[in-house]
């Protein structure tokens, strides 16, 4: 499986406003619409090719719906990574597919969803053949499909020591290389001097001693 941002990626590097051509390889070269081929693809490229097969025609839209359904992944709500499918006619039948990279809260865009879509244009003289991030209205909306996300991995937090003069090591040049003093390792007055000096200018407490307050500040 894949986690929701590494389908995103891949989405992502697809986006250009130069059209794909009509036959391209998101539909296996055919003379067909290509909205659903292209989540398709990206969602197999990026290691989800067991989930899409249980559904049994993920390039029609219609056919995503019902499958979606019946295997419990049907949403009228939504959520960050989400296939989001459009219903322009109003008539109960989505006929466009998307992918959901959120909801907009602020700005001109604020309270659409952004997404990327396939077989999409917002220029008039590329006849709907782009790949492009959208901005669409929650009411054109029918529903949501939530493929089976892996979670992503918890990134580990570096712990870094307390120094304070007198202290030696590693940590001191890493301190020295931030502070852009000599990195000779050892915490002397001029270090001392420096870190208070960061501290000042940070609005820490100025003690000359690096804790965890300090660290956090130099290591952004």
């Known amino acids: 499986m894949a986690t929701r941002r590494q389908i995103y990626m891949i989405e992502k590097s697809y986006v250009r406003k130069k059209p794909y051509p009509r036959k391209n390889v998101f539909n296996n070269y055919q003379d067909e619409p290509w909205c659903a081929y292209f989540q398709r693809f990206c969602l197999k490229k990026g290691g989800m090719k067991k989930w899409v097969e249980k559904f049994s025609n993920f ?114 040049k890493i301190l020295q290389k931030k502070l852009k003093i000599t990195t000779d390792g050892i915490f002397g007055p001029k270090t001392e001097k420096a870190v208070k000096k960061f501290q000042k200018a940070h609005k820490l407490k100025v003690d000359g001693i690096v804790g965890k307050n300090t660290w956090k500040k130099l290591m952004k």
């Open 59 to 172: 390039s029609y839209c219609p056919a995503i719906m019902n499958d979606a359904k019946k295997l419990g992944c049907w949403k009228k709500t939504p959520a960050r990574g989400d296939l989001i499918l459009f219903d322009w006619d109003r008539n109960g039948v989505p006929n466009h597919i998307g992918f959901l990279v959120k909801k907009v809260k602020i700005g001109i865009h604020k309270g659409k969803y952004k997404t990327v879509e396939g077989n999409t244009s917002s220029t008039s003289n590329s006849n709907g053949n782009c790949v492009e991030i959208r901005y669409r209205s929650p009411k054109d909306v029918i529903g949501f499909v939530r493929p089976p996300y892996d979670k992503p991995k918890k990134k580990k937090k570096t712990s870094y020591p307390t120094l304070k003069k007198g202290s030696h090591g590693e940590y001191v």
